[in-house]
């Protein structure tokens, strides 16, 4: 099918059967291949084995996606001679050793993702000469190391991803200048140490992920200088200062839990009005919780528990109804080990507000409402 044997010219240039059942690919008795092929698309079938060199000879791809499969062995050295490919997509498969130098071969590449390999050793030096790249994906590896400093050349690099990896040292210098970067994923490496002010320089960044780390000390004010930031992903480290992050207007997601943060909730995150996700579980937090965050009309997950966290009882007639009903709401969306569960509220009238929890042993709350119904039931 791709290899042209006929005394007909070639003429098929893009051929699209991923999402099949396929389990291998047969190349040409012949071993030559005349072809025109510019797309060649096997991602999410059952191909395995090694990778089948005859494709190497199709030297007129400019997209391969073959991720997803069941492939093994190495990366061929020979994928070298698709010097016109602009997109190699070759994630979710089982490819081991290293990623073959001759890879630089392929100047036109914008795409490069290996994600999800058994890939090991230092991520090449020589990738940072594709300076083409708008994405390298080259996470759940086994890499190992520090980031290459060439990287810092790949200047139009739109997304990088490193994380599920064994990198370590701290957060790399190298990445700093890419203004170009609109997702960073270091997660889930050993990088230790601070998070450096140098990250206010990328402008256009809308998704950060340095989780599960080991990275310590404040978070940077810079952050909060970002504007098109929509994801911020920093848990499981032990940052101590959650630093305000209401500028940050189109944050969608933040995720700080299992750190060490103390003090406050900080009450700016009311301006967050796009915040879906907000995760500030297992810290050191202390405090009321700020009646602002009722503010953030499109939060859908609301997690504090694990903290030192008390919330506030409002005195009856404190407020309207709709901003009872508002509290409420809110109060129904909270987690925490020593807060029992929100089940219901009552707004009547003229000013009666009760809050339904479960039953609580010390008493507190039961005798309040028991107080509240013989009251109603003499009036």
């Not at 991803?161 to 210098?173: A, E, I, Q, R, V």
């Not at 200088?225 to 032990?238: D, F, R, S």
């Amino acid at each position: 099918m791709f290899c042209n044997v006929s005394v007909y010219p070639p003429s098929l240039r893009i051929v699209q059967l991923g999402f099949n059942g396929f389990s291998g690919v047969v190349g040409p008795e012949s071993g030559d291949c005349f072809s025109v092929l510019q797309v060649l698309d096997l991602q999410e079938n059952h191909i395995r084995g090694v990778f089948p060199l005859w494709l190497t000879r199709v030297v007129t791809l400019k997209l391969l996606d073959v991720s997803r499969n069941l492939f093994s062995g190495v990366v061929p050295a020979e994928i070298g001679n698709l010097s016109r490919l602009e997109e190699l997509k070759m994630a979710g498969n089982g490819f081991k050793e290293v990623v073959p130098v001759e890879i630089q071969q392929c100047r036109s590449l914008q795409v490069l993702d290996l994600h999800g390999n058994d890939l090991s050793g230092d991520i090449p030096e020589f990738l940072g000469d594709l300076r083409g790249l708008k994405v390298l994906s080259l996470g759940e590896n086994q890499f190992s190391g520090l980031v290459p400093g060439s990287f810092r050349n790949l200047t139009g690099l739109e997304t990088l991803d490193l994380g599920g990896n064994g990198l370590n040292g701290s957060l790399p210098d190298e990445v700093m200048g890419l203004n170009n970067l609109t997702t960073l994923d270091l997660s889930g490496n050993g990088f230790s140490g601070k998070i450096p002010s140098s990250f206010g320089n990328l402008l256009r960044l809308s998704t950060l992920d340095l989780s599960r780390q080991n990275l310590s000390g404040e978070l940077p004010s810079e952050l909060a200088g970002l504007p098109n930031l929509q994801v911020i992903a920093l848990q499981e480290n032990t940052l101590v200062d959650s630093t305000e992050l209401g500028n940050c207007s189109n944050l969608e997601t933040l995720e700080l839990q299992s750190n060490s943060l103390t003090a406050n909730i900080p009450g700016d995150l009311s301006r967050l009005l796009h915040l879906k996700v907000l995760d500030l579980g297992r810290n050191n937090l202390s405090g009321e919780i700020p009646n602002e965050i009722s503010k953030c009309s499109s939060l859908s997950s609301l997690s504090l528990y694990s903290n030192h966290l008390s919330v506030r009882r409002l005195p009856d007639g404190s407020l309207d109804e709709n901003m009872f009903r508002k509290e409420a709401e809110f109060l129904s969306k909270v987690k925490h080990r020593n807060l029992t569960v929100l089940r219901g509220y009552y707004a009547g009238a003229p000013d009666m507000r009760l809050l339904v929890y479960d039953y609580m042993p010390n008493g507190n709350l039961a005798t309040l409402l028991q107080e509240a119904s013989t009251k109603m039931a003499m009036s």
